[in-house]
C-alpha cells in the first residue's frame, strides 16, 4: 500500500493494539499508529495524529472515533461498530442496558473470567492479557452503555466505510442498520473479529479508501 496519510488504529472492548496486527501485515508498508484505550496496559495512549489523516475504529473504537477524530480525519473505517450500543427510549435496537450492567458486574467480581467468556463470544479463545486494568475496562463498558454518537455521524463531513458480519454476535445486523441508517454497508461472511478473520477484506477498504484521498 503506498499511502500518503498515516493511518489510526483503534481496537475495541477487551482488546489492545496488538488486534490489528493481522491487518496491518496485509497492509503492508504504511505509516500506522495504534491508539490504546489501556485495558491490558499501565497507562492509555489515545493520542491521534496531528497530521490528516485516516481513522480505522473496531466496535468500541469505532464509537470512540467518530466523537474525537476531529477536523485532521481524512476518512473513516468503521469495522464491526455502531454510532450507539446500548438501547435506550429512541433506539430499540440497541443491547439492553442489563446486559452491560451485568457484564459490568461480572468484570468487577472475575474479570479474568468475565473477560475470557467476552472474547469468546466475539469469536476468539486466545489467553486473555495481563494486566487487566478493571477501572480502565468499567469506563469502557460505561461508555458502551451510555455513550451516543448519531449527532456526531450526522455532523461528520468525512468519507465514512462501515463494514460489518453477517454473523456478528456483539454487534447485530439490526443494530448495524440502526446505525447507520441510508449509508451502504459492506457486509461480510463473519463475525465480530473482521480485522481477524478478514484481514485482507479490511486492507481492501482501507487502500481503497487511502488512494481517493488526498492530504490537504
Known amino acids: 500500500?503506498?499511502?500518503?496519510?498515516?493511518?489510526?488504529?483503534?481496537?475495541?472492548?477487551?482488546?489492545?493494539?496488538?488486534?490489528?496486527?493481522?491487518?496491518?501485515?496485509?497492509?503492508g508498508k504504511t505509516r500506522t499508529r495504534c491508539l490504546d484505550f489501556g485495558f491490558f496496559a499501565p497507562r492509555a495512549h489515545m493520542e491521534l495524529p496531528q497530521e490528516p489523516y485516516i481513522g480505522v475504529g473496531h466496535s468500541l473504537g469505532t464509537l470512540w472515533l467518530l466523537r474525537h477524530h476531529g477536523p485532521l480525519c481524512r476518512g473513516l473505517i468503521l469495522i464491526n461498530g455502531f454510532s450507539r450500543f446500548g438501547a435506550g427510549p429512541d433506539f430499540t435496537a440497541g443491547i439492553a442496558?442489563?446486559?452491560?450492567?451485568?457484564?459490568?458486574?461480572?468484570?468487577?467480581?472475575?474479570?479474568?473470567?468475565?473477560?475470557?467468556s467476552f472474547r469468546?463470544?466475539?469469536?476468539?479463545?486466545?489467553p486473555v492479557p495481563e494486566p487487566i486494568a478493571r477501572d480502565r475496562l468499567e469506563t469502557g463498558l460505561e461508555t458502551l452503555m451510555d455513550m451516543d454518537c448519531r449527532d456526531d455521524l450526522h455532523r461528520t463531513t468525512c468519507p465514512i466505510h462501515v463494514m460489518a458480519g453477517t454473523q456478528d454476535a456483539i454487534a447485530p445486523p439490526a443494530l448495524t442498520e440502526a446505525c447507520f441508517p441510508?449509508?451502504?454497508l459492506q457486509w461480510l461472511e463473519g463475525g465480530h473479529l473482521l480485522p481477524l478473520t478478514h484481514a485482507t477484506a479490511c486492507a481492501d477498504a482501507i487502500t481503497t479508501m487511502a488512494r481517493r484521498i488526498t492530504p490537504s
Open 1 to 27: 500500500m503506498s499511502a500518503t496519510l498515516p493511518l489510526a488504529f483503534v481496537h475495541g472492548w477487551a482488546f489492545d493494539p496488538t488486534f490489528w496486527a493481522t491487518t496491518r501485515a496485509a497492509l
Open 97 to 116: 442496558r442489563r446486559v452491560i450492567e451485568r457484564m459490568r458486574q461480572g468484570l468487577l467480581r472475575a474479570p479474568q473470567g468475565l473477560l475470557h
Open 120 to 126: 469468546l463470544r466475539a469469536g476468539i479463545d486466545s
Open 182 to 184: 441510508a449509508r451502504s
